[in-house]
């Protein structure tokens, strides 16, 4: 899977958990495929690539002109903590 696609299918998964049932994905068999995908990878690869979606999706510069900023990047790191089980310390 390419990046860009997993990226899509991550940030999908976290906005259908955090209310946006309009623009989110409701896939369990997915949301467990990508949750195992996470847990089985090493520790400074999963920070690396979890680094690189945090950058794109919410701290790139069309991000921030949209509004988001690193409030956005805790929330997601407390979702990916809760309801996929990846902490990144």
Do not use: H, P
Not at 1 to 27: H, K, P, R, V, W
Not at 50 to 63: H, K, N, P, Q, W
Request: contains cysteine; proline residues 0%.
């Amino acid at each position: 899977m390419e990046q860009s696609e997993f990226f899509s299918l991550l940030d999908s998964l976290y906005a259908f958990d955090e209310g946006a049932t309009d623009s989110g994905i409701n896939d369990k068999i997915t949301k467990n495929k990508i949750r195992q995908y996470l847990a089985q990878m090493l520790e400074m690869d999963l920070v690396l690539l979890i680094t690189s979606f945090v950058r794109e999706y919410y701290l790139s510069d069309s991000a921030i002109n949209s509004g988001y900023s690193i409030i956005d990047v805790l929330a997601f790191l407390e979702w990916l903590d809760r309801e996929m089980n990846i902490c990144i310390n």
